[in-house]
């Protein structure tokens, strides 16, 4: 699958691997992630929540999105990050793309020393630098967007992100997607609702794909979700992990939003 977006974010993000690869060598950062103690553990968090609960979320951190534009002016990195684990995400996923959704790597380090969370590094990587770079900053887990790879590199920067330690998230959007992740082994599928050509969320699109998904490999519902007959409606169709950013990134207190999405579905 390709899009336009993804194609126009794509080009871009070649530009400033190249761009920040002469500013920091990969040599650099290896010495960096010798010395790093072990990820907190993203996937083992999700599995055992959504086991128990079938309410696993991944609360994200997101300032701008392409689809949206500025989401949350007052952004406080550190604060949400608080407030998310307060509310009770079991894990979290920070943008640290600079160019379209206004992140920054330094977010991510920020909300990660905030908290005790296991955290991903959302943003759209093609280039083994850029697994590297993801831990060097203190990711945990790292996403790999099917829509973005071919099939050598997918398996390339998946294994090279599982030998540092990360927990790896392969994201799909629609069946033939889904098949070329499932030839990469893995413990975590995300299902993005997100169309990119036309920028509309469909949370049809997970319970037409997760039934493709062995059940060895937990299924991460992303985008589009917004309130408790969102939850409900994927949990009837056996998803226990959702991904979930301006829904919450819109309120003042994310947490509190969080919370009472999680207390709500359960009434
Ligand atoms: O959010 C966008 O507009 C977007 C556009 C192009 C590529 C990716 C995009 N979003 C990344 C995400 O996957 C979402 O931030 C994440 O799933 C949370 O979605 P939401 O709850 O709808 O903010």
Redesign the pocket.
């Known amino acids: 699958m390709s899009s336009d ?2 194609k126009t ?1 794509l080009e871009a993000k070649e530009q400033e691997v190249e761009r920040r690869r002469s500013d920091r060598p990969l040599d650099e950062l290896k010495a960096i992630v010798k010395d790093l103690p072990p990820c907190r553990d993203f996937a083992g968090e999700l599995r055992t929540r959504a086991a128990a609960t079938q309410d696993a979320v991944i609360a ?1 951190v ?1 300032r701008a ?4 534009g500025i ?1 949350r002016p007052d952004f406080d990195p550190e604060a949400i990050a608080k407030s998310y684990q307060a509310g009770g995400a079991t894990c979290l ?1 920070v ?1 640290t793309d600079e160019g ?2 206004g992140g920054q790597s330094a977010f991510l380090v920020e909300a990660r020393a905030a908290c005790r969370l296991p955290v991903l590094r ?1 943003d759209f990587i093609i280039d083994p630098w850029q697994v590297v770079e993801t831990r060097a900053i203190g990711s945990d887990a790292l996403l790999l967007i099917v829509a973005a790879l071919n099939d050598d590199q997918l398996a390339e920067l998946s294994e090279l992100g599982k030998e540092l330690g990360l927990a790896v998230l392969v ?1 799909v959007h629609d069946e033939e997607e889904m098949e070329r992740a499932l030839k990469v082994p893995g413990d975590l599928v ?1 299902i ?3 169309d ?1 050509h036309r ?1 509309v ?1 469909d949370l049809e699109t997970t319970l037409r794909l997760a039934p493709m998904v062995p059940k060895d490999r937990l299924v991460v519902s ?5 309130g408790p007959e969102d939850i409900k409606k994927l949990q009837d169709g056996g998803i226990g992990a959702f ?7 819109r309120v003042e207190e994310p947490g509190e939003a969080l919370s009472s999405l999680l207390g709500a579905h359960q009434a």
């Open positions: 977006i993804l974010i994200e997101k999105s392409p689809s949206a989401i996923s943008l379209f959704f959302k994201e995300g993005n609702n997100r990119l920028f969320t992303e985008s589009g979700i917004h991904l979930i950013g301006e829904a919450f990134m």
